[in-house]
């Protein structure tokens, strides 16, 4: 995924260590409730990896065909008679879509060993050195085991599930379980060169210290990277602007529901999506290993609602010692039209190491307050955001302004996106790029990503009344495909869009870009949301 198109950044959750409890003890007659769900997706997610891992030997495939099967069992549930087969019904259903990607893989994936590799690079070469061979000599000795103890070593150890969980997945009892465990333990003492197999692999997965960066896209992480600033990157991929928002994103269902919005509007293959979803949730809940966790934002939209999420999400979360730093900026000295640290040179990067402020509950707090308004299905929660005192983080209230203004107006129709884009087009703005930088500039607060701003065009040249025309082109780009005549396009406003634009149409005349703006639905039910003005009053109106 690009920078701005997400991937994104979506889960199989892994059950916390210590957990317990069954399919059966959910309650699957309830799994029509969103909540019992999640419940079971967080219970199996990383068993039903380790087994796909098991006849994939590709961690990404692996995911994909958890979260294929998880899908694929939503799907039939009325078809399991007993919710005490849950576990071996599902498996089954892993097994087989495992089975299906087999046939489907097409390139090397990075192994398990070279992983650790790039994750747990460190300052001095001897310990990488030994941590990779340790790393090598444990996978490969894992793989080593026979079937059954292989299983077991993967889902306790690897995925930090319970016996109780275990023991309904593989169909196994407890105690036999930990026999194989056991057992294995004793086999991989012969195998390796450490004493204790257990410790081991505590010191190559729960130790490390130093500095994780958290940055909003692949430019600004590669600058970071270039500009040699200590630590490792974790490049959050999403595009919250674009598209539902759910309170809980972690939420089964908000996952799968958002996975299958951005294949549709913007090709976004679901299983990708859901899998950088799942890398990114993975190593954040990850972020507790380092010393200092220091968070690199601007000022527009779609940084803002990323870094009240990651906030929201930290807040929560147990840090025990580690520091939470933020660098939040809306301008670089002699950067004309500052749009992100992307643009800025290694060099330029290099001098705000360092500058990062610490975050408190003051700043913690607030992100909550602001995700939760703007995930909010209720537009008075949205409204409500407004009056709060938003100091905490100086760039968040002019955001949050602009997003309100995405809503159509109640007088016109046209919200902040078509008003900017009929406006550059009025003023001559013809191709796509010209009609990208030129709205794009107006719509700075945003932070409009190229693969986002194509769909709005599109929407604005469809339907029996578009505020646009495009010629010379038959279709818009979309994340796996760029026509080639795209780019030789050109557009202009239709009748209706000229008169839009003159203040001479009915609120009812012109249609919005949007659909999702946040949490509010902009459009359905056979009414629509429009924004008063000067009131500033957010209202449905019934559609004619």
């Known amino acids: ?148 103890q292989r299983d077991a070593v993967r889902l306790f150890y690897f995925e930090g599930c319970s016996l109780r969980e275990m023991s309904g997945y593989l169909g196994a009892t407890e105690s036999a379980l930990k026999k194989r465990l056991f057992d294995a333990r004793a086999r991989l003492r012969s195998a390796l060169p450490v004493a204790d197999f257990a410790a081991a692999f505590r010191d190559l997965y729960e130790g490390g210290t130093g500095m994780l960066h958290i940055v909003n896209g692949d430019h600004a992480a590669e600058r970071l990277r270039e500009a040699g600033i200590e630590g490792e990157v974790l490049v959050w991929r999403e595009l919250y602007p674009f598209g539902p928002a759910y309170p809980d994103m972690e939420e089964a269902s908000a996952r799968l529901g958002r996975a299958e919005y951005m294949e549709r509007e913007l090709g976004i293959p679901r299983a990708q999506w859901l899998r950088g979803c799942a890398d990114q949730e993975r190593a954040l809940r990850g972020a507790a290993e380092y010393g200092e966790i220091v968070l690199w934002f601007e000022h527009d939209l779609f940084d803002q609602t990323m870094l009240a999420l990651l906030l929201d999400r930290l807040g929560r979360m147990r840090l025990g010692e580690a ?20 643009q800025l ?30 995930s909010s299905p209720d537009p008075q929660e949205h409204l409500r955001f407004l009056s709060e005192d938003s100091s905490a983080l100086p760039f968040a209230r002019a955001a ?34 010209e009609l990208f930088a030129a709205a794009g500039s107006r719509l700075s607060l945003l932070g409009l990503g190229d693969l986002e701003f194509w769909r709005h065009l599109e929407r604005m040249t469809a339907g029996p009344a578009p505020l646009l025309r495009m010629e010379g082109a038959a279709a818009f780009p979309n994340f796996v495909r760029m026509p080639p005549d795209f780019g030789r396009s050109v557009f202009a406003p239709t009748d209706l869009g000229r008169r839009a634009l003159e203040g001479a149409v009915g609120p009812g005349e012109a249609g919005g870009a949007l659909d999702w703006a946040g949490g509010l639905r902009l459009r359905g039910e056979g009414a629509v949301l429009r924004r008063d003005a000067e009131t500033g009053e957010i209202r449905p109106v019934r559609e004619a």
Not at 325 to 340: K, Q, T
Not at 362 to 371: H, K, P, T, V
Not at 404 to 432: N, T, Y
Request: hydrophobic share 40%; net charge neutral.
């Open 345 to 374: 040179t290694a060099g330029q990067i290099g001098t705000l190491s360092g500058t990062w402020q610490p975050v408190g509950r003051r700043e913690l707090d607030l992100g909550a307050r602001l995700w939760a308004a703007y």
């Open 323 to 342: 520091r939470l730093s933020l660098l939040c900026i809306g301008a670089y000295p002699g950067v004309e039209d500052f749009r992100g640290l992307g």
């Open 1 to 148: 995924m690009g920078e701005h198109s997400g991937r994104t950044k979506k889960d199989v959750r892994r059950p916390e260590a210590g957990e317990s409890g069954s399919a059966e003890a959910v309650g699957l007659a309830r799994l029509g409730r969103a909540e019992a769900w999640n419940e079971i997706v967080r219970r199996y997610g990383g068993m039903a990896v380790a087994v796909a891992y098991g006849r994939l030997r590709d961690m990404h495939l692996a995911e994909d065909a958890a979260q294929e099967a998880f899908a694929e069992a939503y799907a039939n549930l009325h078809r399991l008679g007993d919710d005490e087969a849950f576990p071996g019904w599902f498996k089954v259903i892993v097994q087989r879509r495992a089975s299906r990607l087999t046939r489907r893989k097409r390139l090397p994936s990075l192994g398990l060993e070279a992983a650790g590799e790039v994750a747990d690079e460190a300052p001095r070469p001897e310990a990488v050195a030994e941590r990779r061979e340790l790393r090598r000599a444990l996978y490969e000795s894992v793989e080593q085991l026979p079937a059954g």
């Open 400 to 433: 949050f302004e602009a997003h309100l203004a995405r809503i159509p107006s109640a007088a016109d129709g046209l919200g902040a996106i078509e008003r900017a884009v009929l406006e550059a087009a009025a003023d001559g703005a013809a191709s796509p790029r």
